[in-house]
């Protein structure tokens, strides 16, 4: 028997066990109860702040208020790229329920075309979760409201109200300002910005819109609203305005941009015009181009499908990416070039359409001759045999150097990703480039412009700049009117003005572009005139046939002549020569001194041409979707695929791959036209028995 069982239970033992029961009990129930405080104080004290911010998000949505970009304006505060107010609609791919059921209630409420709705589906299916996709942009109140009041049936569609990019003056300034898109996941993962993933927001994608996204682009506002589990909203809480991007102001003239847009009509190719006192730029216009508008609104697949098969590459700044052999427009460089080196201009050559160099026969675009020829009429009618007779004594470095110093085969330091600086050859670079020495024939090439000499159309303009003012002009795009003036390059006054003065006759006398003289009183015009070639004439004739086979015409020009002021380059791919380029440069510089005569003269042509460039874009559109419609093969890029394709169109012709053995063939420059004599003090006198100027070696 156990010592328990022999001892009688009585209420003491009871009492005790219950005591000691009550006791651990007691103390568990307090460790509990301690924990249960110390925890309750935790999260009400540490942690208070983290649990009302989730309360209240749970309560309060915020949403960020895309910030207005500054403005692109001109020189006199013209809008280049404004804002303006929009109603649009977006998608958020990983908020949609059923893709197939939204685009199609999208599309009767919007009226979206076939090839639309294929666009935006071909997008939805390449986005990511959180990019947002754009449905429809600049709609009106009825369709605005239509989507809105269907929000409860369309999880993901984001209707709002806001601002969207706009262009005034459209392709005009498409290469000058460029385009906003959407960012893409890659701009995301840089910046990991909530903003970069709000609807409707854009970032710049190409051209001034990128190179300044930081500038332009502001902070964002925000909007806090009360909404219920569901998502209705019950009250506004209060709303942070944004703070719109600061604007840039452009040295850009926007009426000269727009008129040398229009009037590069159906040509492809480029027109520069500067201040060749200061180095503004007042037009940079790229033709034919791309409607940023589209671009920023997400171009569809009908629009990519007319500019990815254009072979007037639309989507290529000629300005700064297009390379091309400048032909004769590099003579009054040249014949700097012999001055500063000593040659008389005075001294003459016969010239009885061509000159033997080696064992090579290299003629002059006149294969009648030119007769006696000094440097004033070598210029003025462009005469080769004058040039390739001269550059043989003083050979190719003297005009190499002058070359650079006139700004050929350099880039400037302009707001753009890129530039193709093209090549001033000499002996040293065939040496670097193709192991091969230099050759009399290479100098008797480069001194025509052609062989391996490629320029781009800006270089030509500060070619024509610097010619003009005598000072080293740069380029600027940005506006600074405290600026100091260039510095002078050194050159001789008496030099400068025999130059002028032969220039001056290509237009106003005897010489290749009595076309190109201007039709305002007591304005006289000196230009340039230069036709490339692109093939042998075994190939073409340059003049006619298939396009791409034609000649490029370029020609480069100052105004007024005595006391120059603007300057401007302007070069037409496959024009057939210079008669292409000349007439557009004569048009663009009336602009500046009579607006009214040149627009008269603008108003004619596209009524030729099918109306202005908004107008033939449209009825191109109109054309190509009427024989592709919704079924259009290729569908539209990404925003991605867009930037990479941009980026492919930037790329120049490649440089030869292989040195060059044979004599250029000059081209055939216009015939000139026989004017009346100017007034006797409009110019001086550089007839073909040219008297020595004064002070001239």
Known sequence: MTLNSRLPMTSAILTNR?????????????????????????????????????????RVNLTLIPPRRGWVLDRFGNALAANRADFRVDLIPDRVGDPDRTMTTLAALLDLPQDRVRDIRDKLDKARG???????????WDKFAAVSVRLPELPGVIPQRGYS???????????????????????????????????????????????????????????????????????????????????????????????????????????????CETGDVLAMASMPSFDPNSFSDGIGRIEWKMLSEDDHVPLRNKVL??????????????????????????????????????????HCWQRRGHGTVDMAKGIYQSCD????????????????????????????????????????PDPAWKMRKYQKEWALYDTVNATIGQGY?????????????????????MPRLLLDRKAPLPRSMGFRQDHLDYIHAAMSEV????????????????????????TAQVVGLNVANGKSGAWKYRDHGHFIAFAPFDKPKYACAVAIEHGGGSGAAYPIARDVMTYIFA????????????????????????????????????????????????????????????????????????RPEPEPVVLRPPPPAAAPDVSAASPPLQGTP
Not at 459 to 464: I, R
Not at 511 to 524: C, I, Q
């Open 453 to 473: 000499m490629l320029v781009n159309p800006l270089q030509q303009a500060v070619m024509a700049s610097r010619i003009a003012s005598g000072r080293e002009v």
């Open 18 to 58: 219950f005591e000691r029961r009550t006791f651990v009990m007691g103390a568990l129930q307090a460790g509990v109860g301690v924990l249960l405080a110390t925890r309750l104080g935790y999260l009400a004290v540490t942690q208070n702040e983290k649990y009302k911010a989730a309360s209240e998000s749970n």
């Open 130 to 140: 959180f990019q947002p996709v754009e449905v429809a942009s600049s709609l009106d």
């Open 385 to 424: 045999v004058y040039f390739y007779h001269f550059a043989q004594q003083l050979g190719m470095d003297v005009i190499a150097t002058m070359a650079r110093r006139l700004g050929l085969g350099q880039e400037f330091p302009m707001p753009y990703a890129g530039q193709s600086y093209g090549t001033v």
């Open 507 to 530: 237009v106003n006398g005897r010489g290749t572009a009595g076309r190109a003289k201007l039709p305002v009183e007591n304005v006289l015009m000196a230009g340039k005139t230069g």
């Open 321 to 362: 990416r297009g390379l091309y052999p400048p032909g004769s427009t590099v003579k009054p460089m040249v014949a700097m070039a012999f001055l500063e080196a000593g040659l008389d201009p005075n001294a003459t050559v016969s010239c009885s359409g061509g000159l033997r160099v080696g064992n090579r026969v290299f």
């Open 165 to 275: 990019r706009f262009y005034p003056t459209g392709a005009a300034v498409g290469h000058l300002v460029g385009y906003v898109g959407a960012a893409s996941a890659e701009d995301y993962e840089k910046e990991r910005n909530p903003l970069l993933i709000t609807p409707g927001f854009k970032i710049g994608k190409d051209g001034l819109e990128k190179h300044f996204e930081t500038r332009l682009r502001g902070v964002p506002g925000a909007r806090r609203v009360e909404a219920t589990a569901s998502g209705r909203i019950v009250r506004d809480l209060g709303t942070r305005e944004d703070v719109p991007g600061k604007p840039i102001q452009l040295t850009i003239n926007a009426g000269l941009q727009d008129y040398a847009a229009r009037r590069i009509g159906l040509e492809s190719g480029s027109v520069v015009v500067m201040d």
């Open 595 to 666: 607006p009214d005569k040149a627009m008269a003269v603008l108003d004619e042509f596209e009524k030729q041409w099918g109306g202005n460039v908004q107008q033939r874009m449209v009825a191109r559109y109109d054309s190509f979707a009427a024989k592709y419609g919704g079924s259009a093969p290729k569908p539209a890029p990404d925003d991605e695929a867009l930037t990479e394709q941009v980026e492919q169109a930037r790329k120049p012709d490649a440089e030869p791959a292989d040195a060059q053995t044979d004599a250029a063939s000059p």
